[in-house]
């Protein structure tokens, strides 16, 4: 055995690109999509494509929990607490997609390691993931005082869960800037552009640190973190070079979709799947070594 | 002739003008006159609503709350307002809003995107406040798409809808042709708020309220974004005249403005870049940013603009001003 099998609860956009990105996973089986809707779009695929589907929700797998022992939650956060609860129950490992933030923060070019035998953990926010790892890479060359991101994303590309607690998006990424990211204060806006054709994902990201004159070490830290989110989000990048004025930094990045289930517009959607990939994977490699040792 | 509802905006849209720097000393001194000239509403909030004060639009000088605050305390009739941008301020900010003083709360959101106002438009009304619906650069969208989110801010509960022109390049018969369609399709009243970088605020304003527009918005000495509002006290002259009542004293309003007049840090006439903007349909906060990354890189701020409106950008988008003047500046570099 090479790989280790997974679940994904929810059989919405964001599920149903799991599922392609996973099977292109050299560490990742995938083996069962949990819904509630059988007429969905993604229980169908993954119907189609010879996985086992479950239509009556998280009490169809508890009947098979063999089928999957690391679970994607893309469901609610109200549903992503009884997931929880019963899933950790039965030693399974969840990656949480949803708002509830109930086990720490990951963002795999952060603190991917921190959290290997966590039963659960939590993606954050689109905007987290495609901002966090800057603020990082500022804050280990010079303390940051204040964080500010501006997400910017296609219309098109909010979905109505998004949309109905806009509120979420900027508390959660708000707190991942001061926890992971490591800046002392951190703030989050979030615009929705509907511009056609629909534009890419685009993050500011605004900095006030401590002292001036560390322009060099700042730049070249950014582009290291950038490359090192590119392994796992091949469409990730820097639109300019970073803008010093004084303490202030500013660093303006894009974010393109690698177009499996989502449209290349949709990054936003797109680095939230492929963080969480990311996560399951090493899971998986921490899981699999352990297997090899017994 | 009409009772119209005046929502003085110079403590909010103003608060561009004055790249944020309100103090309490000149809220107070606005605030007491416009309250003695009768003015039933007025708004206090960071120019881009509250939890605005960012390195994106600008730190506020003075904390909002202490502002809305400090201008509640001077008032005896008239009642204060906030902004709110969903994606940029959050509810527990309205709830503190309300603390220090608030009664009416406008919820603003770019025209195609009304449903991200839901959560707050409730609390708007769960909270007792007078509960407005904002469409900011309505000029953006055709009209029936206005009127169908427009008709989603009155399912949520909004009390007042407002067409926006923020960039203010609306015309005469599209501000008709809008306020028209929101009257004959939404049971609550409609509200226009202009900007002036065309030079069609005051037309506009009396187009909407030929058009049965209730709410209309302006600012002493047009002290707001871009080349400013609608002019307050050139507004109540004019509805004067026109038979118009709105509770509000000419010569008092005169005299606000005049305080205004006092701490304004130039003129808001209209200049190439402010008539840009409306030219090019952008946002009207751009105007100050994008002067000064034009100087930074060494570019023409009216490129800047017409850049921005080509890559249709929307409010609160402030950041595409240092980017896009950044690649030009690299493109006249490419020339030489």
């Known amino acids: 055995m090479n790989k280790v099998k997974v679940g994904i609860i929810g059989s919405g956009n964001i599920g149903t690109d799991l599922m392609y990105k996973i099977e292109k996973s050299e560490v990742l089986e995938m083996s069962t999509m949990i819904g509630i809707d059988p007429d969905s779009e993604g229980l169908k695929r993954a119907k189609t494509r010879g996985y086992t589907v479950f239509s009556n929700g998280i009490e169809g797998f508890l009947q ?231 | 002739m009409a009772h119209l509802t005046v929502v003085d905006v110079t403590l909010r849209d103003g608060s561009h003008s004055m790249k944020h720097a309100f103090t309490e000393k000149q809220v107070r001194s606005t605030a007491r006159a416009l309250d003695e000239a009768g003015v039933p509403y007025f708004e206090v909030s960071h120019g881009d609503g509250l939890g605005g004060s960012s390195l994106q639009y600008g730190f506020s000088k003075v904390n909002e709350m202490k502002l809305i605050a400090a201008a509640k305390e001077e008032c005896q009739q008239s009642k204060i307002s906030v902004l709110l941008l969903p994606g940029i301020g959050i509810k527990e900010d309205l709830k503190e809003a309300v603390q220090a003083g608030a009664d009416m709360v406008r919820v603003a959101t770019h025209v195609t995107e009304a449903d991200v106002a839901k959560q707050h438009i409730e609390l708007g009304r769960n909270l007792g406040l007078k509960t407005v619906g904002f469409l900011m650069m309505a000029h953006s969208a055709p009209t029936s798409k206005l009127v169908e989110q427009a008709k989603l801010f009155e399912s949520y509960g909004a009390e007042v809808v407002y067409v926006t022109d923020s960039a203010g390049a609306l015309l005469p018969h599209e501000v008709k042709e809008k306020i028209a369609a929101l009257r004959s399709e939404l049971g609550v009243d409609i509200g226009f708020h202009g900007h002036n970088n065309l030079s069609l605020a005051m037309a506009n304003t009396l187009a909407a309220i030929e058009e049965g527009a209730k709410y209309i918005d302006g600012s002493l000495r047009a002290l707001g974004a871009g080349s400013g509002n609608t002019q307050t006290e050139v507004m109540i002259a004019v509805l004067n005249r026109l038979g118009h009542q709105t509770g509000i004293d000419l010569y008092k309003i005169m005299d606000a403005a005049n305080i205004v007049a006092d701490y304004m840090p130039r003129p808001q006439e209209i200049t190439g870049a402010s008539l840009i903007l409306g030219y090019a349909g952008v946002y009207s906060s751009f105007l100050l940013h994008a002067k000064e990354a034009a100087e930074r890189f060494q570019v023409d701020e009216r490129d800047i603009l017409v850049e921005l409106g080509k890559r249709k950008v929307v409010g609160g988008q402030e950041d595409m001003i240092l980017q896009v003047a950044s690649e030009l500046a690299s493109k006249v570099k490419t020339f030489i």
């Open chain 1, 64 to 294: 098979h929990p063999e089928l999957a022992d690391i679970l994607f939650d893309a469901t609610t956060a109200k549903a992503h607490d009884y997931h929880n609860q019963v899933l950790g129950k039965l030693g399974k490992q969840v990656i949480d997609l949803t708002p509830a933030a109930i086990g720490p923060f990951a963002v795999p070019a952060v603190n991917l390691t921190e959290h290997l035998d966590q039963p659960n953990v939590n993606m954050i926010t689109c905007g987290g993931q495609a901002t966090i790892p800057i603020v990082h890479a500022i804050c280990r060359v010079v303390s940051v005082e204040y964080a500010e991101i501006v997400a910017t994303i296609a219309s098109k590309s909010a979905g109505p869960g998004t949309r109905a607690n806009i509120d979420e998006f900027t508390r959660t990424t708000a707190r991942g800037i001061e926890v992971i990211g490591g800046a002392k204060k951190g703030k989050a806006i979030i615009i929705l552009n509907p511009a056609e054709p629909p534009i890419m994902m685009r993050d500011a990201i605004h900095a006030l640190v401590e002292e001036e004159g560390k322009e060099k070490e700042i730049t070249e830290s950014i582009k290291k973190m950038v490359t090192k989110v590119q392994e796992y989000v091949p469409g990730y990048r820097l639109r300019t070079e970073p803008i010093f004025k004084g303490k202030r930094v500013s660093v303006f990045i894009e974010v393109e979709g690698a177009g499996d289930f989502f449209p290349p517009y949709s990054g936003n959607l797109d680095i939230m799947t492929a963080s969480a990939r990311k996560v399951a994977e090493e899971f998986a490699r921490k899981k699999l070594s352990q297997l090899q040792k017994q």
